[in-house]
């Protein structure tokens, strides 16, 4: 968090958050939708927070056999982000061009 709130003012994104949790992260459940400190990131983008169960504790998620589970997490993130982007009808321009 202090890395959070040192940063310069931030715009609001149209871009969705992907957050891949530690396993120190307790998620609660409410009326079926998880609740977890999302580090304010929810409030920072016009679309939703989308939350993953990682493996190890915060700061060895890239480390040993954690890092291997969670850079798995982090393909099928990227791999279902760019089947969406190339999806028929989907505008280059509204994706960013990039």
């Excluded at 949790?21 to 079926?32: D, F």
């Excluded at 939703?48 to 982090?74: C, P, S």
Aim: a negative charge.
């Amino acid at each position: 968090m202090e890395y959070y709130h040192s940063l310069p003012p931030l715009e609001i994104m149209n871009a969705e958050v992907h957050m891949v949790l530690s396993e120190q992260v307790q998620l609660k459940i409410q009326n079926g939708d998880p609740l977890v400190d999302t580090g304010c990131w929810d409030k920072w983008t016009r679309k939703q927070t989308l939350l993953y169960r990682g493996f190890g504790e915060h700061e060895d998620m890239f480390l040993f056999d954690a890092l291997e589970k969670n850079a798995k997490i982090v393909r099928e993130i990227l791999t279902t982000i760019s089947s969406r982007n190339r999806s028929p009808g989907k505008n280059k321009d509204a994706a960013g061009g990039r």
